[in-house]
């Protein structure tokens, strides 16, 4: 199982719809989760923490699932500027390390 | 400075040569890290530091790079005898403080092209 697993899609959405996507990770010892956004030929930027007890801001929701080792990002109303790729990012263990999924593309249609 | 800065922003070399890329954190960051990215991959981790201490260099491709951080601030990744498949872009980032559950502040990336 390769550590940090997502989807590489793309994933085309039409504007206004809700995206879901997963990521799963095969350390348990993890303990920090992240999503980050990558613009073409950007760096990326953090968009947000995952939390235990899942976590909201404004149409972007994270969840964690421990059992099940995934966590997932919740896009609702999607606007075109959502166009980006979305990196999953886990800590490897109890020091800072972290590992980057090969991200996910999502594509806004108007 | 605001941000994470990197220099050069672009880098071409030829096979053989040595390159140098600089990484200047944010100001009080601990944590600075080193990835490389190919096109259309996810960053991969190549090592971190916490203040002047190489913590983990696991992710060195092979003997040809080489990190420091000598004074805990600013940070070089030099690549010794380029070759084709090192071309990719090379990301830092900075976290305030090592621990877990810090996120990690990114500079725009050093583009390197190996012709």
């Known amino acids: 199982r390769k550590e940090v697993e997502q989807d590489p899609g793309p994933f085309n959405v039409p504007e206004g719809a809700t995206v879901a996507f997963n990521c799963t990770y095969s350390n348990s010892a993890s303990q920090s989760f992240f999503w980050y956004r990558q613009d073409c030929r950007k760096e990326p930027k953090l968009l947000m923490s995952?939390?235990?007890s899942g976590n909201e801001d404004g149409r972007f929701t994270a969840q964690l699932n421990r059992a099940s080792q995934y966590i997932s990002l919740l896009i609702r109303d999607s606007k075109l500027s959502d166009s980006a790729t979305y990196l999953c990012?886990?800590?490897?263990?109890?020091?800072?390390?972290?590992?980057f999924g090969k991200g996910t593309r999502l594509h806004i249609l108007p | 400075g605001a941000g994470v800065s990197q220099s050069p922003r672009y880098k071409v070399a030829k096979r053989g040569q040595d390159v140098a890329l600089r990484c200047d954190p944010i100001?009080?960051?601990?944590?600075l890290f080193w990835y490389q990215q190919a096109l259309g991959q996810g960053p991969e981790f190549l090592t971190y530091?916490?203040?002047?201490?190489?913590?983990?260099k696991s992710g060195l491709p092979s003997d040809r790079f080489f990190a420091e951080r000598p004074e805990g601030s600013v940070s070089t990744l030099k690549i010794q005898r380029t070759q084709q498949e090192d071309s990719a872009v090379y990301l830092c980032a900075s976290s305030w403080i090592g621990g877990v559950g810090q996120p990690q502040h990114f500079g725009d990336g050093t583009r390197l092209s190996i012709l």
């Open positions: 530091f916490q203040n002047e201490a190489q913590l983990d």
């Open positions: 995952v939390y235990s």
């Open positions: 100001s009080g960051h601990v944590s």
């Open positions: 990012v886990v800590n490897w263990g109890r020091d800072d390390k972290i590992i």
